[in-house]
């Protein structure tokens, strides 16, 4: 009986060693080196990004959502990009080496590069082999269901962690220059990174980053979050056949450019639209009209009017409430007056302002850059719209 028992605890014992042994907690290490090598067998998922930044007082936002698969590659997107007063839908096809992206009502050829799909293929052996360098860094904890890795900090190492998101942001922000294939220049001030890996699948479900970056002496703030969903269960995308017979060529749409860069007279303008098209008849001192044009794709005239100081104004004229995009936020804004009129002044920081109101069945817009306009000469301008 006593022999009974104790060859009853010693299996009891082995069998208790062996239920361990197979949950044995796993080291950060090997969390990382588990996902990087399951990211190499992954042959497709879904992905929702959203972005939010807030540079020099404007708010720009990036909403996407894409398929993509390996072997072959190939990638659906469709994002929404929006800024102060203007909001801008795509969509992307990307198959056998061809890129389509449609927009304003188009569809455009492409270049890989132009489209930029290391922005949406974040689930790759490369990009995730950028945690290895911070393995030590990593605070980890787990659930029934996720390791979850938190890493903060600051500096030039943590620019490799950032880079794939200023990128994003500086392709869609408004800049007076292309960046084309020019290195970003940036500085981390701070970044806090959370990554969830599905025990499951050990693949990241998801992936937040929330960063302050300096570039050219500014600051700006990086909200993001990837979700990852459909592992393994997305067919490769084609690119349909409307797409590819009505897609515009590069050199059709470099002449398109190059023609939109060419200012119109007002007569030209006022052939495009069935209404009288609205002037600014009181300009500032040293002020004056230094472009003009109708954009068809928007149905839209606009007037920008400069001095030798930098400063500038820009006239839009909307054919209706309703065509026009405001995504500031209300507590930003004030109400005002135009002629009796309500209109809405929105300062995004201190040179830098919106202006709206209805006028005459239309809806108009006016923004001001600079020092030298105020809020009461923003006001002026608008009243002398006419």
Request: charge should be negative; proline fraction near 3%.
């Amino acid at each position: 009986m006593k022999k009974s028992i104790v060859l009853l605890i010693a299996l009891s014992i082995m069998l208790l060693a062996a239920c361990g042994a197979g949950d044995k907690a796993l080291t950060k290490k090997e969390v990382l080196s588990q996902t990087i090598e399951k990211a190499g067998e992954l042959e497709s998922y879904s992905a929702d990004m959203k972005i939010e930044t807030d540079a020099m007082g404007m708010e720009v936002t990036i909403d996407g959502k894409s398929d993509i698969t390996h072997n072959p590659d190939t990638l659906y997107m469709e994002m929404t990009m929006g800024m102060p007063g203007m909001a801008m839908d795509t969509e992307a096809y990307f198959a056998d080496g061809e890129v389509f992206m449609g927009a304003l009502g188009e569809w455009f050829i492409m270049s890989e590069e132009d489209l930029g799909l290391d922005s949406f293929d974040q689930l790759n052996t490369e990009e995730l082999a950028k945690f290895n360098e911070f393995e030590e860094q990593f605070e980890m904890e787990e659930d029934d269901d996720f390791y979850i890795l938190t890493l903060a900090g600051e500096g030039e190492e943590f620019e490799i962690l950032a880079e794939t998101y200023v990128q994003s942001v500086m392709e869609d922000f408004p800049a007076e220059e292309d960046l084309g294939e020019a290195s970003l220049d940036f500085s981390v001030k701070s970044l806090d990174l959370k990554l969830q890996i599905e025990k499951e699948t050990m693949l990241p479900k998801s992936q937040s980053v929330n960063a302050e970056i300096e570039m050219d002496g500014e600051v700006f703030k990086i909200e993001a979050e990837t979700t990852i969903a459909n592992i393994n269960e997305i067919e490769p995308v084609e690119i349909p056949d409307e797409v590819r017979e009505n897609a515009i060529t590069e050199e059709f749409l470099d002449e398109d450019i190059a023609y939109e860069e060419e200012s119109m007279t007002l007569e030209e303008i006022q052939e495009f639209v069935d209404y009288t098209v609205p002037q600014v008849s009181s300009v500032p001192d040293g002020f004056e009209l230094t472009h003009s044009y109708y954009d068809e794709y928007l149905e839209m005239p606009y007037f920008i009017y400069g001095n030798d100081s930098e400063n500038s104004f820009t006239l839009s004229v909307y054919p209706s409430k309703d065509e026009y995009n405001d995504i500031i936020l209300d507590e930003v804004a004030e109400t005002v007056s135009i002629n009796g009129q309500e209109g809405v002044l929105e300062v995004l920081e201190e040179d830098f302002m919106y202006l709206t109101w209805e006028h005459q069945d239309l809806f108009l817009e006016l923004i001001s850059e600079g020092s030298e306009i105020s809020k009461d000469i923003l006001i002026e301008i608008a009243e002398s719209v006419k």
